[in-house]
C-alpha cells in the first residue's frame, strides 16, 4: 500500500515536459518533490503565481509572495505574477494542462465531492469548482477509503458536488483508475496490492480487463 | 493630471455608511488593504457586506471586523481561517455567500469592464448553480452570474502615483486589480505613493482613470498566515 508521498510520486510520472500544472492543497502539493529534473514544467498557484519554486529559505521569506494554500513560496526564472481574474482566464480557458486536486467522494461517471460536508465543513471552495469544471485534465489524488474504512470510490457521490462528470484518472493508495463511460477502469495495482483488496475498497463499478500491472515508481 | 491623492484613511473613506457593499483585495492576509480595514474598525459602521475571497483571522484583516459584529453578509469562496467567522456563520448571524473563486474575480471584473452578466462553467450541476439559469454552448453547460454591485472598493498596492496609477508586488495583486472601477467609489491605499511621472507608464498594472482616491498608508504588518521555510544545506 502506498502513503501520501507514494501518490504523489506515481502521479509525478504524469506530468510531462511543457506541462503547466496546478496543484492542490494537500498530496497534490507533495507532487511537486517527485517530478523529473531533466524535464520543463511550470507549477500555477489560482492566487496568481507560474513558475513557483521551492519554500524560501529561512529569513528570506516575503509576505507578498505565496501559494494558494497561504504558504510562503519562492519564484523560478521565467515566473510570472497576474491578477485573479487572469489567473482563472488561464485556468478556464484551458491553458494549464493538468490539474491534480484531492477528493473526499469520487463517483464513477466522473462526479467529485471535495468542498463541503454539511453541517460539519463549510469553508468553501475556493478555487476547486472553477479548476474541475474546465480543466481537460484532471487527476484526482485521495486515499481509496475514508478514515472509517469506506470506499470514496462510489456508484454517486453522497455529498455536495464541486463539479460533474470531470474526473478522467484516480491515484489511490491501492491502485491508479480511469473513469470511462462503464466505471472505474483498474490500470494499475499498487506493490503488493491484490485485485480482491482493490475490488473490496471500490463501491463503484470495477472493470478489470486482462492482466493488471503493478505500479512502477 | 487628474490628482487622486486624499491625505489619509479617513478623508478616503468618507461617504462610506451602514448598509453599504464593500469590494476588499487581497487573498488570506495577502495583499489586504489594512489600513481602509482599521479606519472601517474605527467608524463602526454596520449592516455592511463584504465581498473578499476570504475572511481574515481572528484577530487580522477582515477578521477585526467580524470581532465588532459590523459584516452582516460576507461573499467569498474560501473561509477556513476564522473560528469566529465559523460561530457567526453556524448561528446565523453572519450570511454568507460562498462563491467559486473564479467567478468571484469575474464578478469583479465584469463590473469593472461594463459586463452586466457572463456565463461560465464552474458550479454547473452544483448547489451554487441552484435556481440561476444555465446554458448549453458548444456541448457543455455554463451557468449565468452577475457582475457584482457595489458601493466602494477598497485596494491595496505597493506603488502608486498622484494620478492613481498603481503597481502590485508578487502575489499581492490578487483580486486587487479585478475591484478597481468595479465600485462606485475604489479607494487605493500604497505603500509608497509618489508623485506623478514617477513611474513608468509601461509598466503600470492598473491606469489611474478606474481609481477615485490614493493615499499613503502607514505601518503595514502584512501578516504571514503560513509561515514555510527550508533548511539551509
Known amino acids: ?217 | 493630471m487628474i490628482r487622486k491623492t486624499v491625505a489619509d484613511a479617513q478623508e478616503a473613506l468618507r461617504g462610506v455608511q451602514d448598509g453599504m457593499t464593500f469590494m476588499l483585495g487581497g487573498f488570506g492576509l495577502c495583499g489586504i488593504p489594512e489600513n481602509a480595514i482599521a479606519e472601517l474598525v474605527q467608524l463602526g459602521i454596520k449592516d455592511i457586506t463584504c465581498i473578499s475571497n476570504n475572511a481574515g483571522v481572528d484577530d487580522f484583516g477582515l477578521g477585526l471586523l467580524l470581532q465588532k459584529k459590523q459584516i452582516r453578509k460576507m461573499i467569498s469562496s474560501y473561509v477556513g481561517e476564522n473560528d469566529e467567522f465559523e460561530r457567526q456563520m453556524l448561528s446565523g448571524e453572519l450570511d454568507v455567500e460562498l462563491t467559486p473563486q473564479g467567478t468571484l474575480a469575474e464578478k469583479c471584473r465584469a463590473a469593472q469592464a461594463g459586463f452586466p452578466a457572463f456565463y461560465t462553467p464552474a458550479g454547473y450541476g452544483t448547489e451554487v448553480a441552484e435556481g440561476k439559469e444555465t446554458r448549453e454552448f458548444n456541448g457543455k453547460m455554463y451557468v449565468l452570474e452577475y457582475a457584482y454591485k457595489s458601493d466602494f472598493s477598497f485596494v491595496k498596492a505597493w506603488k502608486g502615483d498622484e494620478a492613481g496609477n498603481l503597481v502590485f508586488k508578487g502575489t499581492a495583486r490578487n483580486f486587487n486589480p479585478c475591484m478597481c472601477g468595479a465600485s462606485d467609489i475604489t479607494v487605493a491605499e500604497v505603500e509608497e505613493l509618489l508623485p506623478a511621472g514617477s513611474l513608468d507608464p509601461n509598466e503600470i498594472h492598473i491606469p489611474g482613470i478606474f481609481i477615485q482616491r490614493i493615499f499613503q498608508g502607514t505601518l503595514y504588518e502584512k501578516r504571514i498566515e503560513q509561515r514555510t521555510v527550508r533548511k539551509r544545506d
Not at chain 1, 501518490?7 to 517530478?35: C, H, Q, S, W
Request: proline residues 4%; hydrophobic residues 40%.
Open chain 1, 1 to 217: 500500500m502506498l502513503d501520501k508521498n507514494g501518490i504523489a510520486k506515481r502521479i509525478a510520472r504524469e506530468v510531462k515536459d511543457g506541462y503547466y500544472v496546478n496543484l492542490g492543497i494537500g498530496i497534490p502539493t507533495l507532487v511537486a518533490n517527485f517530478v523529473r529534473s531533466d524535464i520543463s514544467v511550470e507549477f500555477q498557484s489560482e492566487n496568481g503565481v507560474l513558475g513557483m519554486g521551492p519554500f524560501p529559505y529561512e529569513g528570506e521569506e516575503d509576505p507578498d509572495i505565496i501559494n494558494a494554500g497561504k504558504q510562503t513560496i519562492t519564484t523560478l526564472p521565467g515566473a510570472s505574477f497576474f491578477d485573479s481574474a487572469t489567473s482563472f482566464g488561464m485556468i478556464r480557458g484551458q491553458h494549464v494542462d493538468l490539474t491534480i486536486l484531492g477528493a473526499m467522494e469520487v463517483a464513477e461517471n466522473g462526479d467529485i465531492a471535495n468542498w463541503k460536508i454539511p453541517g460539519k465543513m463549510v469553508k468553501g471552495m475556493g478555487g476547486a469548482m472553477d479548476l474541475v469544471a474546465s480543466a481537460e485534465n484532471i487527476i484526482v489524488a485521495m486515499m481509496h477509503t475514508n478514515k472509517a474504512g469506506k470506499s470514496k470510490l462510489l456508484k454517486r457521490c453522497t455529498l455536495p458536488l464541486t463539479g460533474v462528470g470531470c474526473v478522467k484518472k484516480i491515484v489511490t493508495n491501492l491502485a491508479v483508475l480511469e473513469v470511462t463511460d462503464q466505471g472505474f477502469k483498474l490500470l494499475e495495482r499498487a506493490p503488493g496490492i491484490s485485485l480482491e483488496a482493490i475490488k473490496e475498497a471500490t463501491e463503484g463499478i470495477l472493470i478489470v480487463q486482462d492482466e493488471v500491472p503493478e505500479m512502477e515508481i
